[in-house]
C-alpha cells in the first residue's frame, strides 16, 4: 500500500516540493496508486465525551506549508504563531486575547517560551524574541537561513537549528551569538528540521544524517554522536534518514526516530544504543513509564516497550489519516487527524475509546495537554481548547 502525499524536500541550497510515497521512502517500491484515508469505525459506546471549552480564530497558520508552529502554554497564557507575522497571547481557561503582536516577519516556527521572552523562527534565518508579557520585540538574531523548528531556551542561552545544518547559541538577554557548529547536510532530506533540546549543561539534537549529537550548552563542544539510522539504497531518496521529530530525554535514557527507519533508545551519558526497532516516522513522540509513542509515515499508531524496544501493540484502523504525533492524556494517547478530528487512543492496547471533532481543518501539530484540557491548533489557524469526560458524568 502507497500513501502519496506532499512531502517538502530540500537539495542543497534548493527547496523542493514532490509528492513522495512514504513507501518509497523505506522500499522505494510499488505503483501509482493513491491509497485513502481509512473511514472512521463507528464506536458503538465511546467511553468519552468530547466538549469544546472554547474556540478561536488565530489567523493564517501554516497551510499546506511545513512549518514548526506549536502552541506553547506558560502559567496562564497560551501563545501562538502564524504565517502572517503575528503572535497572540490568550487566555488559557477562556480563550480571550490577551494582546497580539504583528511581527512584520515571514514566521515560520514557534515559539518558545523562557526567561519571559517568546522565541520564534523565520524564513528569512532570523530569531526574533518578544516579551511574553506585552509582545514587544526586545531583539533579533540573523542567522544564515531558515529556522523552521522552535529554538530550545533556558533562562540565560537559546539554542537554534538552520535549515543549512547549523547549530547556534545565542545570549537570551541581547541575541548576541555565543557560540555555532556546522554539521553537513545530505543531498536530498525531507523539508523539516527536529528542535534542539535541552536538559541541564547538555543540548541534544536529531540530525538530517540519521546522527544524535550532545553538545556542552556553554561552549558547543561535543561530547558525544551516535547515529541511529544509517542510508541505504541506490537512489538519493531512499537514502533519507532525517531525524525530524524532536528526541525525547528522560532521566539517563534518549529516544530519538528516523524517517529512514529506525527508533532507537540511547543512553545519554555515551550516546551508546540500548535498542533499535524498525519504525519509519518525523512525527513528536510521547512517553510514560511503560512505553514510548509513535505515529510511522503512513498513520499507524505504535507502542514499543521503553526497556526492550519491543513491540507492544499496533492501531492500524486511522491507517493514511495524516495524523499527528501523540500526546498523554489522563494515561492515555490523544492524536489529530487530516480532516479535524481527535481520537483518543487507550494506552493499554490502541483501541479506539472516543473521538470528536472541534474543527474541519488538518491537525498537524502534536496536541499540546494542559491538565485536563487538550489545546489543538487547525492547520488554517483555529484554536481549540477540549475537555473529555466520562460518558456516565453529566
Not at 514532490?18 to 464506536?43: H, I, K, Q, R
Not at 459506546?45 to 471549552?53: E, G
Not at 529512514?260 to 540500548?274: D, H, N, P
Request: hydrophobic share 40%.
Amino acid at each position: 500500500m502507497n500513501h502519496r502525499n506532499h512531502t517538502f524536500l530540500k537539495t542543497t541550497g534548493v527547496a523542493v516540493v514532490l509528492a513522495v510515497s512514504s513507501a518509497v521512502l523505506t522500499a522505494c517500491g510499488g505503483g501509482a496508486n493513491v491509497a485513502e484515508p481509512t473511514p472512521l469505525a463507528t464506536l458503538d459506546s465511546p467511553a468519552y465525551r468530547m466538549q469544546t471549552v472554547w474556540k478561536t480564530d488565530a489567523g493564517e497558520g501554516a497551510g499546506d506549508y511545513v512549518s514548526g508552529f506549536e502552541p506553547v502554554v506558560d502559567g496562564e497564557r497560551l501563545y501562538v504563531g502564524n504565517n502572517d507575522g503575528y503572535v497572540m497571547a490568550l487566555d488559557l481557561a477562556s480563550g480571550r486575547k490577551i494582546w497580539r503582536s504583528r511581527t512584520g516577519d515571514r514566521l515560520i516556527s514557534g515559539p518558545t517560551v523562557a526567561g519571559g521572552l517568546l522565541l520564534l523562527g523565520t524564513r528569512d534565518g532570523q530569531v526574533v524574541a518578544l516579551s511574553a508579557e506585552t509582545g514587544e520585540r526586545e531583539w533579533t538574531a540573523a542567522l544564515s537561513s531558515e529556522i523552521i523548528s522552535a529554538p530550545a531556551a533556558t533562562d540565560n542561552i537559546a539554542v537554534a537549528r538552520t535549515l543549512d545544518g547549523r547549530l547556534v547559541a545565542l545570549d537570551m538577554a541581547n541575541g548576541k551569538r555565543r557560540w555555532s557548529i556546522e554539521r553537513n547536510v545530505p543531498t536530498l532530506t525531507l523539508r523539516g528540521t527536529s528542535s534542539p533540546v535541552i536538559v541541564g549543561d547538555t543540548v541534544y539534537a536529531g540530525l538530517d544524517n540519521g546522527n544524535v549529537l550532545a553538545l556542552d550548552l556553554a561552549t558547543g563542544e561535543e561530547r558525544w554522536s551516535q547515529t541511529i539510522a544509517f542510508p541505504s539504497g541506490r537512489s538519493e531518496l531512499e537514502r533519507i534518514v532525517d531525524i525530524d521529530a524532536n528526541p525525547l530525554v528522560v532521566n539517563n535514557e534518549l529516544y530519538a526516530v528516523s524517517a529512514g527507519g529506525q527508533l532507537a533508545s540511547l543512553a545519554t551519558t555515551s550516546g551508546r544504543v540500548r535498542w533499535r526497532h524498525e519504525l519509519a516516522s518525523e512525527k513528536a513522540l510521547a512517553l510514560d513509564e511503560r512505553n514510548i509513542y509513535a505515529v510511522d509515515r503512513d498513520s499507524v499508531v505504535w507502542a514499543v516497550n521503553r526497556l526492550t524496544g519491543n513491540e507492544r501493540w499496533q492501531q492500524d484502523g486511522l491507517e493514511y489519516r495524516k495524523l499527528s504525533g501523540p500526546a498523554l492524556l489522563a494515561g492515555d494517547l490523544v492524536v489529530g487527524d487530516y480532516d479535524g478530528y481527535v481520537h483518543w487512543l487507550s494506552a493499554d492496547d490502541g483501541r479506539v475509546i472516543a473521538r470528536g471533532r472541534p474543527f474541519k481543518e488538518p491537525i498537524r501539530s502534536q496536541p499540546l495537554v494542559v491538565g485536563d484540557r487538550v489545546i489543538v491548533v487547525g492547520a488554517y489557524g483555529e484554536v481549540a481548547a477540549l475537555r473529555f469526560t466520562p460518558r456516565d458524568e453529566r
